[in-house]
């Protein structure tokens, strides 16, 4: 899913309303993080097979947050599965405003996006974790699922060095009225409140796009290995022996 193509509508040159943070316990915020995450994948059938126990995590959490992603789900099941994996590919793969990715806002394609990347890996090591998948680091349900797994300050900083590009995906995805904006709006609502200074930034982001500089990119593409004892896989996680 590494398609990129230029931008096929005009820019919005505004940004959608600010969204009050949502009152959350660190536990409901790591639900909302880890659903989040799920639901964020390519939904295949297992994501399908899986929406009941979604949908009963959802209802733990308050309403303001619970109710975007019920009304998620419920949309997904009445679409079905062609048809919602058709949307999906059409959204993330194929719109440069819709990346999954999230140095990709700040670097585009560009040789600043390798640095990125490396930096991703370097936070999760010094959180005692190990990034061992199918997707690049930034890959945003990975970030989410380390988020909620790690319960980390340092997951905490990389989503708010990654902010900008968390409420571009969102601008972009209401702007098409897509289901899964209601995702995104689901983690920000979860996060704190933006500034002045990062509502700039992204509308600078809304407004021009990110840098369109190519280059051949030929990192491995490489979920975490979780401290022993993190508890059950969700996207394949390894144990890291020794590592603090």
């Given at each position: 899913?590494?398609?990129?193509l ?8 505004a ?6 943070p ?15 995450s799920l ?11 899986r ?12 309403a ?23 949307i ?17 806002y ?32 930034d ?8 988020s ?49 200074r ?47």
């Open positions: 899913m590494s398609t990129v230029p931008p096929r509508v005009t820019p919005r040159r940004l959608p309303d600010a969204l009050t949502a009152s959350l316990t660190r536990a409901q915020r790591c639900t909302v993080h880890m659903l989040a639901l964020l994948d390519y939904p295949d059938a297992q994501w399908f097979e929406l009941d126990v979604f949908e009963a995590g959802a209802a733990t959490l308050p303001s947050v619970s109710e975007p992603l019920e009304r998620f789900i419920t949309r997904a099941r009445e679409a079905g599965t062609s048809a919602w994996q058709k999906y590919v059409t959204t993330f793969d194929l719109k440069r405003k819709c990346s999954l990715y999230l140095s990709y700040a670097t585009g394609d560009t040789r600043r996006r390798g640095t990125a990347l490396v930096t991703f890996l370097d936070a999760y090591r010094a959180a005692g974790w190990e990034f061992d998948a199918a997707e690049l680091p890959y945003l349900p990975a970030v989410l699922e380390f909620a797994r790690s319960q980390s300050e340092v997951a905490d900083a990389v989503l708010a060095a990654h902010r900008e590009g968390v409420e571009v995906l969102r601008a972009a995805l209401e702007g098409m009225d897509s289901p899964w904006a209601d995702v995104v709006r689901a983690i920000t609502l979860s996060l704190p409140k933006v500034d002045q990062t509502r700039e930034r992204v509308l600078a982001l809304v407004s021009e796009g990110p840098p369109t500089e190519t280059v051949g990119l030929s990192l491995p593409m490489p979920t975490f290995g979780a401290p022993a004892g993190a508890g059950p896989a969700s996207r394949g996680f390894i144990g890291t022996g020794d590592r603090p």
